[in-house]
Every structure is written in structure tokens, then in C-alpha cells.
């Protein structure tokens, strides 16, 4: 049937719409935000680093956000918490750490408040009165992860430098301190960086810093010594004023050298123990690995000799005395005197003498047989003794002195006893005290009475001789003067007659008119004509030698 | 009959997106253009869901880290300090300016935080269709989108600062990425806002989607 069918029962074609996904391009953006914000999260959360813990006494000017914990003044935490500890006698601050720095956080690591600090050895942390306070913080050389650290009071002084640590032991601290400067040669090398007491309480032990390179100077025998204060010295050149530095001066230092006898060697190790001495003369004087004990037996009274006393080998100082006191004398039974002394007289052999020489014979020393021997020598052949002298006759100070002293009686030395006796001779005020008492003794022993009496007898006799001399002069003054008078007086009258006859012999023969004169000038005028008369016959018989045969020739004559 | 508001898709017309123009449409699958301006029409924006949701759950991933992270990093005589939104919020707050820690919570903490759940709540009602308050969602929606372009008043206070306290070495401030984030929030919810379709609140109760899928 052709019947048109209704449209509505046509089936509509459909409009395939193209395939579409539902799901939009803009969830690109939500997906892209997602991302990024979980990419800032995971990168927040992967440089977190640990949250520690340190405990200080105070908060002084640590504040929660605003305080740094700064390492080489780089920040590498900040404080995110400041409370108080449970039993409130501390105060717990909580520091988050940057990731980088967390593998510094290990058990040895120290924490400190950095604030600005004026001393007189300088000022420090004054950039903090700018930025506040900040933790300080010096790594520590642990493997041990760690969260909770105790803070320090005071920045440890030493935290990056090179050098190295040393202890020095001594009696008391004085006016030393932690900062005090170390100085070799006047120079800044160091500093003391803490002190403590010895755990027996009887001295103190110092922790010292001495900077690279200086630190290769501290050798195994370097002497340390208190440097604070003025030394002054009155010695033959005048008066000495030794001191470091001023501030050394003000605030105390500490010095070191090594003894001039002393070679350098190897370095010293580090955390090496060495004495602290009191000054520069004691510690270079301090007895050195060489010197020997000896024990000396004087019969002297020991009065005014106290331990530390010099002992000096010809006159230089060569060690000290080490103990005084009493010993008794199985021998003898007897108690005498002991002395201890440590001496060392090859010290000396350094001064002044070629090392290149010295040192072979130095070492030689070192062989206990050798050095025996030359012992020996010395106290047996060359008379080598130990003598008590008076260092100060004021306060009556004693030391030893050795010297030679070749007519001393002999003796033998016994070498294998541990301290070593050494032969002494009396001392020179025992030998001034013998000799004043022999002189006395031989005074007392003269007879003086006697000696008086005989004298007073002498003078007597002496008196009636001078008495009788007296009269006799008196009796010859009266018998003798007389007569001389006359024969004076008639010696005199004789020499007046004698003037007068000279006065006439004068007159007669001196005088111009005198006959005697006359007549020997008319004498002497004839002689002078008879001479001229013999010259002219002298001249005649030169020219004609004939004449005085043929007579004088007119012609021949001449004028005459 | 009377109650109930008439839509043009109701009739089959549609206006046009952009000068008004209501135009019988072309073809019902594929409306066609405008015959007075040009504009490409469309019976309502299209995936106008999809894209809201998508730019409102991005503007919400990217509120985390906008008040997380710092917007500002100052440093002033050595010593550095990061703040956050909130911070600052607290600070001022602390520091005594009420009023003006109200402000920024306000401009900076909570209209946001209001934009991204109005939007939500725009979004779930038109997709469930529901018909309440379909006046209160309408002046929502307008609320949401009036509010929007003065939203970046953080970041322009940021970058005022930044560029003008350049005072080194003593004192500086750095923007912080917070606010790059806080930027991305109001720019994300402003276009979240744009792509919602305010004519879907009223499409409720009607069987609009037969018409146009």
C-alpha cells in the first residue's frame, strides 16, 4: 500500500557529532598548578633540614625567627623556639638547620651566643650590635648525628686556625687567662684557651694554642715561662729591664724559647706537656735531661744553704741544689750533712765554644761508661771538689762551687751508687774560721804577764841609765866649756895675725908699685927683646946658612 | 506557568554572547554567527563547567603556597625576615593596627578564600540543577566577579614596596614566591569567574541539556 506514512515515523537521521573527549584542555592549568605547588613543596620539605635542640643558661638576646646560628657568618639555622627547660633552670632553644649544614650536627659540636664583648686583649662580635645576638657555631670532628647540644657560656677561642694544642702544668695560674697571648721572640704566636685544675687539685694545667707556622717552633725541650710583669736584672752592664709586650704587661703572657745549649729537634706533637716556669732566667736555667744527681757529704753547718741554690762549676752555673738535710754515717755513726744536687757541667760546654767540636764529645757523655770515666779523671786526677762559699755575706747565703783544687787530699770514687758521692772540701768560711782560731789560740797561749813584768823592768833600768847620762853631760858641760872658751878666743886672735901678714905678702909682691913687680916686668922686657934678637938670627941663618961660618953679608941682609 | 522566568532557550532562540542579539539560531546543534555582530553563537558558553572547575581547583592548589610561602623577604641591618600573608596579618595585628590587619585579612586571606568557595558553590548548585535561591546565587555571582579585578591589591602593594625600599646593604626587600602564587589565585579565579555561565543558574528544572548537550 502506497499509504504516505506519517513523517513522524520516519526515523530522524542522526548528526554523528565528532568524537569529543569530555575532558577539556583547561584541566591543563589546574594539573600544571598541581604540579608546581607539589614541586615547591617536595623541594621545601627536601631542604629541611633537622630541627637540634641546645640548651643554654640564658636566652640573652635569642629570639624566636630573628636569631641565626651562623657558621663562618654563614646562616645555617635559625631559631624557631625559645622555652623554657621543665624544671625551668634552663632555657631549651630549638634551631631548624638548613639541609646543607645538617651533616654538621654531630655530637662534639659546639653552640654559643655571640654578643659584642670588650676586653683589654680587643673587641669582638660588634657586628652584632646591628643585627643582635647570633649562635655561633664550630663544627666538631665526631661521626655521631646529634640533636641535643649544650650551649656554651663563652665562644672557645680556637676555632679554625691551623696550628697546634699544647699543655703547660703550673703551680698556680697567676694573672693568665683564657686569650692571654703566647709570644716567641716578643712575637704574637698564640693564646691560652683554657685552664683547669689538676684533678689532683696540687696544680694547674693550661691549654695553650700556638698558631701555624709558629707551632713547628715548640720542640720537645722548649721552655715555656710566665712572661707577665717586668723582669729587672742589676747586673755588671748596668741595669736590665726585661718585659713583653704591654699588653703582656697588662693582661700577663706566656713566653717560649728553647734553652741556647739545646739543638732544635722535631716539632713537638701536639697536646705535648711542658712545665710552666715563673720566669725567663728559671726556665732557661731548668735542669735539662743531661744533668745527674749527686749527693754530697759536707761537715760544715748547712746554714744558709736552701734548695734551688746554684751550684757552679768554675765559677759558671752548672745545676742546683736539689734536697738539704740530714744523713746518718753507718761508718762512722755519725750524722752529717747530705746534700743533693743536680749537676750537669757539659750544659757549659755550649757557651762560647765551636758546636762542631763539642757535639762528639756531648754525645760521648751520653755513655754512662764514658762519662764515668771522665768523672774519674776529673775528681781523681785533676782534684775536682765541691766547696760551700758564701754567695752573700749579708744574708749569709750559701752555694757549691766546683773547682780544681790539685793538692786536695786523694780520693776514690765509687761510681756505682745510683747519686753518685763527690768529694768536698771545707768551705772558706770553715777554713777562715779555723785559721782565726789557731791565731787566737796562739795569742792566748803567749805570756803576756810575764812579757809585761820583764818590760816594766826594762823601762827602769832604761830610766836610771838615762838619768846618769844626764849628769854626765851636766859635769862635762862644767869642766870642759871653759877652756875651750879660751882656746877659742886665742885661735881666733892667731887668725887675725895671720890676715895681716897675707896683707902684706899682698902688698909686697901683688901690689902695681911693688918692687918685685917692676923688676919682673923690666925682666920680662929684656926676654923679649933677647927673643926678637934670636928671631932675626933664626931669619940669617935661614937665608945664608953660610954666615954663621963666613960672617954677615951687607947684600945678603937686606934692609938691616 | 506565569512564576517561572522564560529563557530564550526555552523557545529556541538564543542571544548573542557579545551585543545581545536575540537570533533564532541557525541550526540547534551548531547555532551558527550573529547577523548583527559577527560573534560565533552559542546556547551557553561552552564547557562552561569543566572550565570553571578547572580554573577554581587550580586558583585552590594555588592557595596553599600563596599564604604558605613568604610574599616578602626583608633584610634590614644584617638580619633577614621572611613573611607570609598571614604573618603580616599577625604582626600588624600584634603590632597594634587593627584596622588595618582587617584589611589585609580581608583583601588578602578571606576573598579569596570566598571567591574560590562561591564559585564551588555556583558550580555544584547549576550541576545538580538546583533551583533555590537562584536570585542569591545570581547576586553571588556578580559579587564574585565585581570583586575580582580589585583583588591583586597585595601584589600591587608588593611590587610598591620592592621596587621602591632598595636601600642595600642596609636594608632591602624581596619579593617572596608566595606572592607570584597569590597572583595566580586572583588571576585564576577572575578567568574562573569569567567562564562561569551565569544564564546556567537559571537553566535549573529545565531539561536543558536535551537541547544542546
Known sequence: ?560 | MRARAVSAAQVGLLACGTCRQLTRPADKANPGDCPRCGARLAWRRAHSIQYTWALVIAAAICYVPANVLPVLTTTAFGSTESDTIMGGVIFLYVSGSWPLALIVLVASVMIPLGKLVALSYLLITAQRGSVANSHERTRIYYAVEFVGRWSMLDVFVDAFIVALIQLKPLMSVEPGLGVVFFMAVVVLTMLAAQSFDPRLIWDAGHDYRAQHG
Open chain 1, 1 to 560: 500500500m502506497a499509504e504516505p506514512t506519517e513523517l513522524e515515523d520516519l526515523p530522524q537521521a542522526t548528526v554523528v557529532r565528532p568524537k569529543r573527549s569530555r575532558i577539556s584542555i583547561i584541566w591543563i592549568i589546574p594539573i600544571l598548578a598541581a604540579l608546581v605547588a607539589v614541586g615547591i613543596a617536595i623541594q621545601r620539605i627536601r631542604s629541611e633540614g633537622p630541627t637540634i635542640t641546645i640548651i643554654f643558661n640564658a636566652a640573652e638576646g635569642i629570639e624566636a625567627g630573628k636569631t641565626f646560628v651562623k657558621y663562618k657568618d654563614v646562616i645555617i639555622g635559625r631559631v624557631t623556639q625559645v622555652q623554657l627547660t621543665n624544671d625551668f633552670a634552663r632555657v631549651n632553644v630549638t634551631v631548624k638547620i638548613s639541609k646543607n649544614a645538617a651533616p654538621l650536627m654531630v655530637e662534639d659540636a659546639k653552640f654559643w651566643v655571640v654578643k659584642p664583648s670588650i676586653s683589654i686583649t680587643g673587641i669582638s662580635g660588634l657586628n652584632t650590635l646591628l643585627s643582635g645576638n647570633y649562635i655561633g657555631f664550630q663544627p666538631g670532628v665526631s661521626d655521631n648525628s646529634w640533636d641535643t647540644f649544650g650551649g656554651l657560656d663563652e665562644a672557645p677561642v680556637i676555632t679554625e686556625q691551623r696550628g697546634r694544642q699544647f699543655v703547660l702544668t703550673a703551680s698556680d695560674l697567676g694573672s693568665l687567662d683564657v686569650g692571654t697571648p703566647i709570644y716567641y721572640r716578643r712575637l704574637q704566636v698564640g693564646q691560652v684557651i683554657g685552664f683547669d685544675l689538676a684533678p689532683d687539685g696540687k696544680s694547674v694545667v693550661l691549654k695553650i694554642f700556638v698558631n701555624a707556622p709558629y707551632d713547628k717552633f715548640v720542640y720537645p725541650g722548649t721552655r715555656f715561662w710566665n712572661a707577665s710583669g717586668v723582669d729587672v736584672s742589676v747586673g755588671a752592664d748596668g741595669i736590665n729591664v726585661r718585659t713583653e709586650s704591654l699588653v703582656a704587661l697588662l693582661v700577663g703572657g706566656v713566653s717560649f724559647d728553647l734553652p741556647p745549649e739545646l739543638a732544635p729537634t722535631e716539632s713537638a706533637a701536639a697536646n705535648a706537656t711542658f712545665t710552666l716556669f715563673r720566669d725567663r732566667v728559671t726556665a732557661l736555667r731548668a735542669t735539662d735531661p743531661n744533668a745527674r744527681r749527686y749527693v754530697l757529704y759536707f761537715n760544715e753547718s748547712l746554714r744558709g744553704l736552701s734548695v734551688g741554690a746554684p751550684v757552679t762549676f768554675l765559677g759558671l752555673p752548672a745545676g742546683e741544689v736539689s734536697s738539704v738535710g740530714l744523713a746518718f754515717d753507718a761508718a762512722s755513726a755519725t750524722i752529717r750533712p747530705r746534700v743533693v744536687i743536680t749537676f750537669s757541667p757539659e750544659r757549659l760546654l755550649a757557651y762560647g765554644s765551636v758546636p762542631a767540636e763539642v757535639q762528639p764529645f756531648k754525645t760521648a757523655l751520653q755513655d754512662p761508661q764514658k762519662r764515668a770515666a771522665v768523672l774519674r779523671r776529673l775528681v781523681e786526677d785533676r782534684g775536682l771538689r765541691a766547696q760551700l762559699k758564701s754567695g752573700n755575706l749579708l744574708t749569709g747565703q750559701l752555694y757549691v762551687a766546683f773547682d780544681y783544687y790539685p793538692g786536695a787530699a786523694k780520693v776514690k770514687l765509687d761510681l756505682r751508687q745510683p747519686e753518685i758521692e763527690l768529694p768536698v772540701v771545707p768551705g772558706t768560711f770553715t777554713v777562715l774560721e779555723a785559721k782565726l782560731t789557731s791565731i787566737l789560740d796562739k795569742i792566748d797561749r803567749t805570756p803576756l804577764e810575764a812579757i809585761g813584768s820583764n818590760i816594766k823592768k826594762d823601762l827602769e833600768s832604761l830610766d836610771e841609765t838615762l838619768k846618769s847620762a844626764t849628769k854626765l853631760l851636766a859635769d862635762a858641760d862644767a869642766q870642759i866649756v871653759p877652756p875651750l872658751k879660751t882656746a877659742l878666743e886665742d885661735a881666733h886672735r892667731t887668725l887675725g895675725a895671720v890676715e895681716r901678714a897675707i896683707d902684706n905678702v899682698n902688698s909686697t909682691l901683688l901690689g902695681p908699685d911693688a918692687p918685685a913687680q917692676q923688676e919682673l916686668r923690666s925682666a920680662l922686657q929684656d926676654f923679649a927683646r933677647a927673643a926678637r934678637s934670636l928671631r932675626v938670627l933664626a931669619d940669617q941663618l935661614e937665608r945664608q946658612p953660610s954666615s954663621v961660618i963666613r960672617g954677615k953679608t951687607d947684600a945678603a941682609s937686606g934692609g938691616k
